[in-house]
């Protein structure tokens, strides 16, 4: 008796000196485990939320970019004139002389007071539009014309046709028949829009 009442003593001491503090400490070790793996899954979808807002930003960046090159902020003249005398060369048009007014941009009126467009940033978000006119006398014949028309209209920055006149080039009269020529000078007015800075 005496001996199962050692063995039942010792069993206690082992049990509340040995195994309950190693518990404790297992207890301690799965905590911090857990609480290890909410971090790192946190911590991922942080991860996630950010690379996300990075591909979002560069697409709008993009589209950014799209925009200023139809519609740049400021005139821009040089590369719309680089743009018109390209696509003139290409379509086989000669320009003979170009001509420039620039238009003001148009002012837009401030919102009302219970409007809320522009409100948050203190100022419109759209900007005030300006035109610049190019007067363009060319010369070619009317394949070539229509082509170059086609590709203004179509080009990427943002232009209009807005006026076009057409003198045919002198006939040339031979052994008393007269022909026409298909070679005409032209007088085009293309108008390019920019965004006010």
Same mark, same amino acid.
Do not use: W
């Given at each position: ?35 290890? %793996? &909410? /971090?790192?899954?946190?911590?991922? #979808? @942080? ?8 591909? =979002?930003? *560069? $697409? ?14 400021? %005139? &821009? /003249?040089?590369?719309?004139?680089? #743009? @018109? ?8 048009? =000669?320009? *003979? $002389? ?36 190019? $007067? ?62």
């Amino acid at each position: 008796m005496i001996l199962a009442l050692l063995l039942l003593v010792g069993a206690l001491i082992v049990y509340f000196d040995l195994a309950t503090p190693a518990y404790s400490d297992l207890q301690n070790e799965k905590g911090q485990q857990i609480s290890q %793996q &909410n /971090l790192l899954q946190n911590e991922q #979808q @942080i991860v996630t939320q950010v690379q996300a807002l990075v591909s =979002s930003y *560069q $697409s709008q960046a993009q589209g950014q970019q799209s925009v200023n090159l139809a519609l740049p902020v400021g %005139q &821009n /003249l040089a590369s719309a004139l680089a #743009q @018109i005398y390209g696509t003139a060369t290409n379509d086989g048009v =000669s320009i *003979q $002389s170009v001509g420039i007014t620039a238009n003001p941009p148009q002012v837009q009126a401030a919102p009302a007071s219970g409007d809320i467009s522009g409100a948050a940033s203190g100022g419109n978000i759209v900007k005030p539009l300006g035109s610049v006119s190019f $007067s363009v006398t060319a010369a070619g014949n009317y394949e070539s014309f229509k082509s170059f028309l086609k590709h203004i209209e179509t080009n990427t920055r943002i232009m209009d046709v807005t006026a076009i006149s057409v003198q045919p080039v002198a006939s040339i009269t031979t052994k008393g028949v007269t022909t026409a020529q298909d070679f005409f000078t032209y007088n085009i007015t293309i108008v390019a829009y920019y965004q006010a800075p």
